[in-house]
């Protein structure tokens, strides 16, 4: 893992387009303050939360989630142009799921309105909404995840779901990341501010 361990830091890592950042320095990260949270995963978090089971409480609802990750194992591959925020949060508020179920999912939910991949929604209908219930059976409370720790088992990229808003304070910028390279917020100052 890149960092120290959730039980050393606190803290959970969240990754933000550049173009966020100006609205994130004054209110914080928001469940709904990203420029891609309509056009890009409302309709598809809509779909996962359809095949959530009744065991789930009902404040678990992936369209009002902040989306953020335990950790990153090495070798991550970066979205360029974004920045990779610390953020504290509040345990009680918050889950964990096994992200690699709902990215399995994402590209036929969002091309199977286009003709020539209409045959994923039969993919979906079938398999789809397996891997969507598998999902959520294999989803846990933060807290029960920290006894457990199911963020450490082979295949599962646990995904954690933050239920409240993280204020400005409760966030620190780690790192900036280009095509390339990833800097920390200091180096990447000192190359283009000559600070």
């Known amino acids: 893992m890149i960092f120290p361990d959730y039980t050393e830091t606190g ?9 966020d950042l100006p609205g994130i320095k004054k209110e914080g990260v928001r469940y709904d303050n990203k420029t891609t949270y309509r056009s890009r995963y409302q309709d598809f978090h809509g779909f996962m939360n359809s095949h959530r089971p009744s065991r789930i409480p009902c404040w678990v609802d992936r369209s009002r989630a902040v989306f953020a990750s335990m950790n990153f194992n090495d070798g991550h591959r970066w979205h360029s142009h974004s920045m990779l925020l610390a953020l504290r949060i509040d345990p009680e508020r918050c889950w964990i799921a096994n992200e690699n179920k709902a990215n399995i999912l994402y590209e ?3 091309l199977r309105s286009l003709e020539e991949f209409q045959k994923a ?20 409370s933060f807290k029960d995840n920290l006894m457990r720790r199911k963020d450490r088992e082979q295949g599962y990229d646990a995904e954690v779901m933050i239920f409240h808003p993280v204020e400005p304070e409760d966030i620190e910028y780690i790192a900036i990341v280009s095509d390339h390279r990833m800097l920390t917020v200091e180096k990447w100052k000192e190359v283009f501010c000559g600070r």
């Open 108 to 110: 036929p939910f969002v």
């Open 121 to 140: 929604e039969g993919f979906l209908a079938n398999e789809g909404k397996r891997i969507a219930e598998e999902y959520w059976e294999t989803s846990l």
């Open 11 to 19: 803290v959970v890592y969240h990754i933000v387009n550049l173009n």
